[in-house]
Structures are given as C-alpha cells and as structure tokens.
C-alpha cells in the first residue's frame, strides 16, 4: 500500500475511536440522569411522615395546692436619701475619707456608716430628724431621744434628767464617739474663751480673798469676797460643762427604726460629695403583688404566698396580708432626704394594665438583694396537700363508655386504658386515684 491509503486508513481508525468513546459517554451521562429523576409515585413515598410514635409521661408523686401565681415588686416602703453636711464652719469642702458600709448591707443603732472630710457620719435611733447640734446646755425632746439611743448602747445619761445634756450626757457621748474610733467635737472657741474668762475670774477672785483675809483692816470685806468666789466658781462650772463633748446635726443620722439596709452608696472614697452619699431603706423591704380583678376574687387575707426570685433562685414565704384599691401605677415606697434638700419630684410614673395590689407580710425579712426585682408569687389557696399520684392532664380522656380513663403504656410495649378518678388540677398536672396507679408508671399522653 502506497504512503497515501496508509494515511487514510489511520484518519478513519482515529475517527472510529472518537464515534465509540461518544457513544460511551452519552450512555453513561443518560444513565447517571435517570437515576436521578424520581417518579410521581416515588416523590410521595419520600414525603411521607415517619410512623408514629407513642409519647409518654410518668406517673409522679405531687403535692398539688389550689394556687394563683402572680408577679410582685420588691421595694424598700422608706427610702431614706442621706446627703452630708458641714459639721462645723472649719470644713469648707466635702469629700469621702473612707466608707464603713457597702450596699446589701443591713445597720443598726449606733452603726457608722462614713467619714466625710475627716468627721463620721453614724446613725442613731430616733424618730425626730437632727435640726441643731445637741452641746452641754441643751434640753428638749431631741435630747431625750439622743440619751436613749446611747443607753441602748450601753452609754447611759449617768444623773441627767430626761432631756437635759449635763454632765453624763456629755460623758456617753464621748464614750460613744470612742467606741466608733472617733473623737467627740467641743463647741467653737467662743465657749474655750468663755471658760477661760471664768477660770481667771475664778484665780483673781482667790488672790482677792488671800488679801482680805490677810489685811486686819479689811476683815469686813471677807463675806462679799467669799461671796464673788463661790458666784464666779460657779460659772466656772458651768462654763467647763458647755465645752464639753457635743453632736454636731451634720454628723448623725436619725432613723425610725431598725435594722435598716443601705440601698446604694452613691461616690467612691476621694470623691467630692454632691449630692446624696447613701440611700438606706428602713424596716426591711416590701413586696407587692399584682392580681387581676379575676386573680383578686379568689384571694383573702391570710392565705400563705410564697415568693421566688427567677435571677438568683432565692425563695421566701408570707401571708396575705390584704388587697389594695385596683390601680394601673407601679408599687413604690416613700423617699426622705435627710441632710440636704428635697429631690426633685420624679416624672411620674407613666400607668399601665389595671391591677389589684397584693399586700403580702413576709415571715422574715427579705434579703437586701432582692431590692428592685420582679419576683414570681404563688398565693396558694387552701392548705398545702399531700403528695399525690399526679399525671399530665393531656393523659386523661373519656372513653366511648363515658369513663375518665388513662392508658397505661408496660415495659413490653403493651397498652392497658384503665378507668381513674381525677382530683384537683394545677399548673397542668392533675391528681389521680384508682387504676393501680404506681408512682413511675408511665402513661400515654400524646403520639
């Protein structure tokens, strides 16, 4: 074969490959696409839900009670807004010297609570805000107060009368200011003058009467010089008992009662004081409910109320104590500025759903950490009850013979409908008697 029909050959073996390896290729892609492709009657198989299974719950011993469950506020009925002052005309600036109290924290009589500007400021028990500073001389119903908070601990009057500051007084207050680590002020120099004035009365009057008595001639004038000793003696003592301990209005803190709780403090160590220091909630704090008028016609006094907080998990337990006036305005206690001026009146609070407060009086008092928060409240409506075999209520049915039955579902997979007795029903579980019922029996409520 010459070199030409060699050459055509070779073109029509290589274009016969290429038809068969074409060939193969479309064979492979067509059949790769119709595995693909589902059929009508195959698409619904695959949409088809799973089988159904059989959900079950156990059956558990509870104690349910006939409750309502509400939410409440917890907030101090007092407030009191404690701002400095200036306990003598010495200190021009406030500042925080050192803090003695942090917030949670609960105080009672006699507790010191700061040092501003190098003076304490401590709290007293007492029903009549400080107006004036209490010195030597001093008389009135605020004294009398103040000599009570310091016999209740254990710094007694001595001999004073009751609202009188002599002597004792003075003497508790010094010992007082030294059981906090601090040292009592005097009055302003006027009163150092006025006992230095009596005291040189006092040694002139002496050195007269020395004279007198020595010069035969003036014997007559010994009585008149006795006289103006005993006189300026006198004043001396009195002179001395005013310069005695005092407590300055800028340094005490009078409450009602006790124990009370510091609710905020308001500037660190160093800072300058602009305002109120410390805010200290009297008598513990309070919580109030909010019913609907619904909630509220199942409610009365003296029905147990337990409280949970959801944040921290901290529970506690009281009675109704009584149901308020239907309102849409939040619960909130009274503030009392103490030390400086009134606040300025708050925006009023803007109204919401109408509601029927629920006053509640806790067992004990409420930990200071509840202090703002909305709580969860479960007024139950009849004793507490015995724990009982309880199931969900969407166990319970009524079968085609009209009795309440539940189906008791075994080990093995068997399914047994047996008749019970329903009970009280709360919070979605509902009380069961009859059917051999054992705790941890697991019954059929849904599929």
Do not use: C
Not at 21 to 49: I, K, N, Q, Y
């Amino acid at each position: 074969m010459d070199e030409a029909g060699t050459s055509r050959l070779a073109r029509r073996q290589r274009a016969a490959l290429l038809v068969a390896v074409g060939a193969a290729l479309v064979s492979t892609g067509g059949w790769a696409a119709s595995s693909l492709v589902e059929s009508p009657a195959e698409r619904t198989v695959g949409a088809a839900p799973p089988p159904r299974s059989l959900l079950t719950a156990p059956v558990t011993l509870r104690a349910l009670t006939p409750s309502v469950v509400a939410r409440g506020e917890v907030y101090p009925p007092t407030r009191y807004e404690v701002t400095p002052r200036a306990s003598s005309a010495e200190i021009t600036q406030l500042f925080v010297s050192a803090l003695a109290v942090r917030p949670g924290e609960r105080v009672e009589n006699g507790r010191l609570l700061a040092v501003v500007s190098g003076r304490p400021l401590f709290v007293l028990h007492g029903d009549v805000p400080a107006y004036r500073d209490l010195k030597p001389g001093s008389t009135g119903p605020d004294v009398a107060q103040l000599q009570k908070a310091l016999e209740e601990l254990g710094f007694g009057p001595g001999g004073d009368p009751e609202g009188s500051y002599g002597r004792g007084t003075a003497k508790a207050v010094g010992d007082y200011y030294r059981s906090i680590g601090q040292t009592a002020p005097t009055p302003g120099p006027e009163t150092r003058q006025a006992v230095e004035a009596a005291r040189r009365a006092v040694e002139a009057d002496q050195r007269q009467l020395a004279e007198t008595a020595a010069d035969p001639e003036r014997q007559a004038q010994l009585p008149e010089a006795r006289r103006r000793l005993a006189a300026d003696r006198e004043a001396l003592a009195k002179a001395e008992a005013a310069d005695g301990p005092m407590v300055p209005a800028g340094e005490v803190v009078l409450l009602p009662a006790f124990p009370a709780t510091v609710t905020a403090v308001n500037a660190p160590v160093g800072a300058p004081v602009s305002g109120p220091l410390l805010s200290l909630a009297g008598g513990g704090l309070a919580v109030t409910g909010r019913l609907t008028p619904a909630q509220a016609a199942g409610v009365q006094a003296g029905m147990t109320v337990e409280l949970l907080a959801e944040v921290s998990g901290a529970t506690a337990r009281g009675t109704v104590s009584g149901l308020g006036a239907p309102t849409a305005l939040p619960p909130a206690g009274r503030v009392i500025p103490i030390g400086g001026p009134a606040p300025a009146p708050a925006d009023p609070a803007q109204p919401g759903p109408l509601y029927v407060p629920l006053q509640i009086t806790t067992e004990q008092g409420l930990p200071a950490a509840l202090n703002g928060q909305n709580v969860r409240l479960t007024v139950l409506q009849g004793p507490a009850a015995e724990p009982v075999p309880s199931v969900p209520v969407a166990a319970v049915f009524t079968d085609s013979a009209g009795r309440t039955v539940v189906t008791r579902v075994t080990e093995d997979g068997r399914r047994e409908v047996v008749a019970v007795t329903t009970g009280v029903t709360v919070g979605g579980w509902v009380a069961l008697t009859g059917g051999g019922l054992a705790a941890g029996d697991q019954v059929a409520v849904g599929s």
